[in-house]
């Protein structure tokens, strides 16, 4: 069976992945609207309610326009974008926290996770889940990611020479230093905590690919646990999973002369989650692809989920 896909914001970085995915699926028959018409309500309603399928690759307010313009029951949505997140008529699209797969089949809203809140759900539910770490507990966790996470204008002032020499776009950038990232409240909710964490994000002059780093101290959590035994709890929940991949405890073998490489996993819907330690001081660490299992590899597993497809359809392990 075929069926059509429409991608409302097809020219963005998430959008121009998303098509990339979908060019090389057989099953699936994309409608393309003409870039002059896309801000156009009456045309993108007549493509949003003709779709058996809608990915939405577009800002917040502009993301909320086309949902209230789809009016066939039919039609099923994927978010991309923050809002929708936390709302509880949407399903939350991170197939391997425990639930959420069963409820994608069957949902027809469901928003994808923000790229930095995917690695760091990952990483701390399961252990909330286990008891050993507390709800309230005073969570930090700070991430590295490439310049292709800020979108198309990020992009090209990163790759234009003259605008990154400006800038000084050669060096590692922090911000949201406010602590107001519009991803906290997802990671938050989805993690299970009663606060938000303090979270650092850094930009830096490389395209894809993200580690996002949640250190704890066992002292301070709500059962003893050691590195090794948060590493046992991490892999015996993500056991059975073909995209989310505990790395052997503590282990060289996925380090580069002791170096923790970024973009291992760049090009894939891969993550891996990696925990290292010594005495009461625990380091986890996950890497994936920003636009891969942080946006669009995400929103393309989603899909297949929502169509009935195999889940690993046109993504890459």
């Known amino acids: 069976m075929s ?13 121009l992945k998303i098509f990339e995915y979908l060019s090389k699926l057989s099953d699936i028959e994309i409608l393309r609207i003409d870039s002059d018409q896309r801000k156009n309500p009456e045309v993108r309603s007549k493509f949003l309610n003709e779709a058996d399928l809608v990915f939405l690759c577009l800002p917040d ?28 008529n949407w399903v939350y699209g991170l197939p391997e926290l425990k639930g959420h797969r069963e409820l994608i089949r069957t949902a027809s809203r469901v928003s ?24 309230d ?10 310049y292709s996470g800020g979108g198309r204008s990020e992009i090209e002032n990163y790759e234009n020479p003259a605008l990154a020499a400006a800038h000084k776009l050669n060096v590692p950038r922090h911000y949201a230093l406010q602590l107001n990232h519009k991803h906290l ?20 002059d490389y395209a894809q690919g993200l580690a996002m780093s949640v250190p704890l101290v066992s002292r301070h959590l709500a059962k003893h646990a050691s590195a090794k035994d948060v590493h046992e709890v991490l892999s015996s929940y993500y056991e059975s999973e073909r995209f989310v991949h505990v790395m052997p405890f503590d282990s060289e073998a996925g380090l580069d002369q002791g170096e923790f490489q970024i973009t291992a996993c760049k090009d894939t819907n891969r993550l891996e989650i990696f925990v290292f ?3 009461d001081k625990i380091q986890i660490m996950s890497r994936y692809d920003n636009l891969g299992k942080g946006a669009s590899g995400a929103a393309i597993q989603n899909m297949n989920l929502m169509l009935g497809f195999d889940e690993g359809t046109g993504l890459v392990y």
């Not at 059509?4 to 963005?12: M, P, S, T, Y």
């Open 3 to 15: 069926y059509k896909v429409f991608v409302d914001g097809q020219e963005g970085t998430t959008g």
């Open 61 to 88: 307010s502009a993301a909320k326009e086309s949902v209230a313009l789809v009016h066939n029951e039919k039609t099923k949505i994927i978010n991309a974008s923050t809002t929708f997140r936390t709302d509880r």
């Open 112 to 135: 994808v996770g923000g790229c930095h809140a995917t690695g760091f759900i990952l990483s701390v539910r399961p252990l909330i889940e286990a008891g050993i770490l507390g709800p």
């Open 137 to 146: 507990y005073p969570v930090t966790c700070y991430s590295v990611t490439g």
């Open 185 to 204: 409240p997802e990671m938050m909710l989805y993690a299970g905590l009663s606060y938000e964490p303090l979270f650092t994000p850094i930009k830096a």
């Open 277 to 279: 330690g010594q005495g």
